[in-house]
């Protein structure tokens, strides 16, 4: 492994609380003290004008293999990590045949390992085939090296059930990271209810179905002493109750995505099906209230959600089209756009939930640009202006609803444990020579 040197960068590390520009070194794959000097660099990186960080970590993204590599792949969906200035995934188990046993755990480690792209960690399924009628075995999935579990693209209807895998995780000090959803009140549902869906005469997925299962399931984490995490939270109340559970102790956290702080349910307009996401885009008021959960820290965790469906999928009636959006290319610059360019979280604030906070919640070791961490590092340029192209993008899927917004900021180059595995190009060099990136 080849030592790098970062020079003149605005290093920001939210676990040290350092932000001051300087140098970082990085030698066999280890970050190096800061500070101090070192022997000549194989690799020089002009980082001056650009930020410095720690892999940002996204907690929350959905691969497809194995079942559905038609819409993408641990390859490909780790390489548009990389894209998106991300360095570490962790895939959700909604696969066919569900992350659901030992060796299917061990398969998508073992895939990302082929791959050389992102790390990727596995989170297992709550229930056997995701189907909420038995318990995983979940300290098999966890030593295969599961770092959560979740039946996500489903609830975990059964209290009982939920109940038993707060119980149980709690062995294991796991997480259970939970889609929130009232199954019985969201059958058929589009988009959001409310006016919206009443104008256009589509089927509605009301808010209080989310927030139900919010109220439930923090209960449960209070009785057990369990880790409850809220997926993708979407409704003013959710953010509230996840914020009254803080105040009572309960060891619950959250997570938004940009969709949710950017886009309201006035885009389904259209009856364009990249606008269509489960949960569903909701009113302003909601929008409103998860900025406000990512301004006081209810809400600690930024992730993508990032599911790829291939473009034949998307083109279906709108009633029929699956849910989702793609995510991890677009990541940086919808919450420049969202968060910072409005003044509503600072850069070491954005970095914090996309390194500190989701690396303490999958229990992994990254996030960090301590002396010895491991070497992953993202490169950001904020200032770069480009229009969202999904042809240009590295996923399989073209499914974002970004498509030609003119935005600001994107990854310039990307470490992964040492190695520059994502470039622009013309800033990674040999002392007297250049490198083609």
């Known amino acids: 492994m080849r030592t790098i040197h970062v020079t003149g960068g605005r290093i920001i590390d939210p676990s040290q609380q350092i932000d001051r520009v300087g140098d970082l070194w990085i030698s066999r794959g280890r970050i190096l003290p800061m500070g101090e000097a070192f022997e000549e660099a194989e690799v020089v990186i002009d980082a001056r004008g650009l930020i410095v960080c720690p892999g940002l970590i996204d907690a929350h993204v959905h691969l497809r293999e194995p079942g559905n590599e038609e819409d993408e792949t641990i390859a490909t969906g780790a390489e548009a990590a990389l894209a998106g200035g991300v360095t570490s995934v962790a895939c959700m188990p909604n696969t066919i045949p569900a992350l659901d046993s030992q060796g299917a755990v061990e398969f998508v480690v073992l895939q990302a390992q082929r791959a050389r792209k992102a790390n990727v960690f596995p989170v297992g399924a709550v229930s056997k085939g995701r189907k909420g009628e038995e318990l995983a075995e979940l300290g098999q999935l966890a030593e295969g090296g599961a770092v959560g579990f979740t039946d ?48 256009l005469g589509l089927r509605g997925m009301p808010a209080a179905a989310e927030d139900i299962m919010v109220a439930r399931d923090i209960r449960l984490a209070e009785i057990t002493g369990g880790r409850l995490h809220i997926q993708h939270i979407s409704t003013a109340r959710s953010v509230e109750l996840v914020r009254e559970g803080k105040r009572r102790g309960v060891r619950v956290t959250a997570e938004a995505c940009p969709h949710h702080f950017t886009l309201t349910d006035e885009k389904l307009r259209a009856f364009d099906t990249n606008f269509k996401m489960n949960p569903p885009l909701r009113t302003w008021s909601d929008v409103e209230a998860v900025i406000g959960g990512l301004r006081d820290g209810t809400i600690e965790v930024l992730a ?98 970004y498509t030609g917004w003119e935005v600001r900021g994107r990854a310039h180059t990307v470490i992964v444990g040492g190695e520059v595995r994502y470039t622009l190009g013309g800033i990674v060099q040999r002392p007297g020579e250049r490198v083609a990136c």
């Open 152 to 199: 996500d693209g489903a609830p975990v209807a059964s209290a009982s059930l939920m109940r038993q895998a707060l119980e149980y995780a709690k062995m294991f000090d796991k997480v259970i990271m939970q889609h929130c959803q009232v199954p019985e009140l969201t059958v058929g549902g589009v988009m959001n209810e409310g006016f919206e869906s009443m104008k």
């Open 304 to 401: 993508t959600d990032h599911a790829p469906h291939a473009p034949e999928k998307k083109m279906r009636e709108i009633d029929q089209a699956p849910f989702g959006i793609v995510g991890l290319e677009t990541l940086l610059p919808i919450t420049i756009h969202g968060l910072i360019e409005p003044g509503h979280l600072t850069w070491p604030e954005v970095i914090h939930k996309l390194t500190v906070a989701p690396a303490q919640l999958l229990g992994i070791d990254k996030g960090t640009l301590r002396p010895g961490a491991d070497g992953d590092v993202t490169i950001i340029d904020p200032e770069a202006r480009w229009t969202i192209d999904p042809a240009r993008f590295y996923s399989k899927s073209r499914n974002t609803p």
